[in-house]
């Protein structure tokens, strides 16, 4: 059974850490920082067998080069991405199979925040970088809201139990905007509650579940008619198209 716990860096960043108890192999998910992830495997005892990026911003690619130093082993990242360091190249459905974590990850292409994101699926977890966050998502810096909202469509069609594992610790704020766009709905409401009472024990909110973010998440309920009337509201105009409706709520969010 494998162990993921986060390594915090910067700010509101969360490196995620894979272990095998059994054999105390470990790979990390997009290390900004390698001196965390050092500390943490010094202290823990582990061995580092494989660095997963999913997309080129400096806060999740930083460290791979001084990891590198350490221990040579395998990078994974997106084939559309320059970073340095990556050396195994992943295109949509390509397989990661960590021997050592005994591990299969499935690729799945998520443009929007960049143009060659990518994220990992398998066992029932979802590294998703900064494409979805708990009860939001990332912000459009190279793609187009039909690429951003397609993939997360593309997210919400995985089990409703999937593990979301996101790069950072933005599911406060994200409800406040969330309960913005829906006032009344009762799930965001409870969420709130729970997420302050973890933030009040300094926990992490993440791994979030697929489920409740179906329930909570304003950016994968762009089909909902709460969320089509406040997009409606903020343009005074009749937008139902989910494209429409999505780019609406990403732009009210950008400056909330
Ligand atoms: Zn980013």
């Given amino acids: 059974m494998l162990k993921v716990m986060p390594i915090a860096a910067f700010k509101d960043n969360y490196i995620w850490l894979l272990v095998n108890p059994a054999n105390r192999h470990c790979i990390v998910v997009d290390p900004g920082d390698a001196e965390p992830v050092i500390d943490v495997l010094k202290k823990e005892n582990l061995i580092l067998?494989?660095?997963?990026?999913?997309?080129?911003?400096?806060?999740?690619?930083?460290?791979?080069?001084?990891?590198?130093?350490?221990?040579?082993?395998?990078?994974?990242?997106?084939?559309?991405?320059?970073?340095?360091?990556?050396?195994?190249?992943?295109?949509?459905?390509?397989?990661?199979?960590?021997?050592?974590?005994?591990?299969?990850?499935?690729?799945?292409?998520?443009?929007?925040?960049?143009?060659?994101?990518?994220?990992y699926y398998g066992a029932e977890m979802l590294f998703c970088g900064d494409t979805l966050f708990g009860a939001g998502c990332g912000r459009l810096f190279e793609?187009?809201?039909?690429?951003?909202?397609?993939?997360?469509?593309?997210?919400?069609e995985l089990p409703n139990n999937t593990l979301i594992y996101s790069a950072h610790e933005y599911t406060a704020a994200n409800l406040r905007f969330a309960a913005t766009v829906e006032?009344?709905?009762?799930?965001?409401?409870?969420?709130?509650?729970?997420?302050?009472?973890?933030?009040?024990?300094?926990?992490?909110?993440?791994p979030s579940v697929l489920q409740l973010e179906k329930l909570?998440?304003?950016?994968?309920?762009?089909?909902?008619?709460?969320?089509?009337?406040s997009a409606q509201?903020?343009?005074?105009?009749?937008?139902?198209?989910?494209?429409?409706?999505?780019?609406?709520?990403?732009?009210?969010?950008?400056?909330?």
Wanted: aromatic residues 4%; charged residues 20%; proline residues 5%.
């Fill in 233 to 256: 509201e903020q343009t005074h105009s009749q937008l139902m198209n989910p494209v429409d409706i999505f780019r609406t709520i990403r732009t009210w969010k950008d400056t909330f």
């Fill in 216 to 229: 909570t998440n304003p950016f994968l309920r762009c089909h909902i008619d709460s969320v089509v009337k």
């Fill in 143 to 156: 793609g187009t809201a039909e690429e951003m909202l397609h993939s997360l469509t593309k997210i919400s």
């Fill in 183 to 206: 006032p009344f709905n009762a799930d965001i409401q409870k969420r709130i509650q729970d997420v302050a009472t973890i933030r009040e024990k300094n926990l992490p909110t993440l």
């Fill in 49 to 119: 067998s494989a660095i997963l990026i999913t997309h080129h911003h400096h806060d999740h690619t930083g460290g791979i080069l001084t990891l590198l130093e350490h221990d040579a082993v395998p990078v994974y990242g997106p084939a559309t991405e320059s970073i340095p360091g990556v050396d195994h190249k992943l295109r949509n459905d390509d397989l990661v199979f960590i021997q050592a974590l005994d591990l299969e990850l499935r690729v799945l292409e998520i443009p929007g925040h960049t143009a060659g994101h990518i994220a």
